[in-house]
């Protein structure tokens, strides 16, 4: 099942059954529909085969195949084929309900319990204002035992050779063959990874969190003529990009860094322990110009 959304200028597909993921979110034109995130098909199945996901009850992934916390161990199931550690939490791969609809929004809602300490309610709201998508991403902690959370937002962009990303940052996680964080640098004006003045992505991979980010960014197509701003009120994205062969590009708005849960200071590094009844929300937009 897909529910649409348009607002004369931009159309959003969504999914509430697969994840309460987006299909589609096209600019609408003269010569048709032309697609701002990387678009899906209508019976698509995969989350990573769609627009853009919500991350919720953490993002990226969590080494150790779980964490431990208040001195309590927690295992966490893999959930993601081929990849042996568990990834962006559960809400991407579960059934949202749908709370209410109208022309320009849509609320959806998720109950989980399936993996302890996270039991919670979700909430994801998509809205079409004229020429941007607001997204709002919550969740209430239901259990009895406080527990880490963390939410993000996973699209993916069409990669193209005009394609750059402009987003400040003061540093750059560096990683292992696991993806997991290694070692804090900061970020070197002009090198390739600089992305303060905007530029090309680079050829080879980028799987890496940046953090000091100003919630502040713009992606651009100059082979298209597009540009799309981003702004959220986290301090940290990620960039996913396998190579120049790719025809994708993922820039995420985190609200944490990766494996925060197993970190010295999870809750420094973005993590927030919620009480039964506390909330943590995120919000992000994104907004279409002409180049």
Not at 53 to 79: C, E, K, M
Request: hydrophobic share 35%; with cysteine; proline share 8%.
């Amino acid at each position: 099942m897909t529910i649409t959304l348009d607002s004369g200028i931009l159309r959003l597909t969504v999914n509430p059954d697969v994840g309460g993921a987006v299909v589609r979110l096209d600019r609408l034109t003269e010569g048709g529909p032309e697609p701002l995130m990387r678009p899906g098909s209508a019976g698509e199945r995969d989350p990573n085969r769609l627009a853009m996901y919500p991350l919720v009850p953490w993002s990226n992934r969590i080494g150790g195949g779980g964490f431990r916390w208040h001195g309590q161990d927690y295992r966490l199931a893999t959930n993601l084929p081929g990849e042996p550690l568990p990834i962006h939490g559960d809400g991407w791969q579960q059934v949202w309900q749908v709370e209410s609809q109208a022309q320009h929004e849509l609320r959806l809602a998720l109950r989980s319990c399936e993996q302890p300490p996270f039991d919670y309610r979700a909430e994801l709201t998509y809205r079409l204002e004229s020429d941007a998508l607001e997204v709002t991403l919550s969740v209430t902690h239901l259990g009895e035992s406080p527990a880490p959370y963390g939410l993000g937002l996973h699209p993916w962009f069409p990669r193209s050779a005009g394609a750059r990303v402009e987003a400040a940052a003061e540093g750059v996680w560096e990683v292992d063959d696991d993806q997991l964080p290694t070692e804090w640098r900061r970020l070197l004006p002009s090198e390739p990874w600089d992305f303060s003045r905007g530029a090309a992505l680079p050829t080879g991979k980028i799987d890496n969190l940046f953090t000091g980010w100003n919630g502040q960014a713009v992606l651009r197509w100059r082979d298209r003529g597009l540009v799309l701003e981003v702004s959220a009120d986290t301090s940290r994205y990620l960039v996913f990009s396998p190579g120049e062969q790719a025809d994708f590009f993922c820039f995420e708005p985190v609200s944490h860094e990766v494996d925060a849960h197993r970190g010295g200071d999870p809750q420094r590094q973005g993590l927030v322990e919620l009480g039964a009844g506390e909330s943590l929300s995120m919000r992000c937009r994104f907004r279409c110009l002409a180049s």
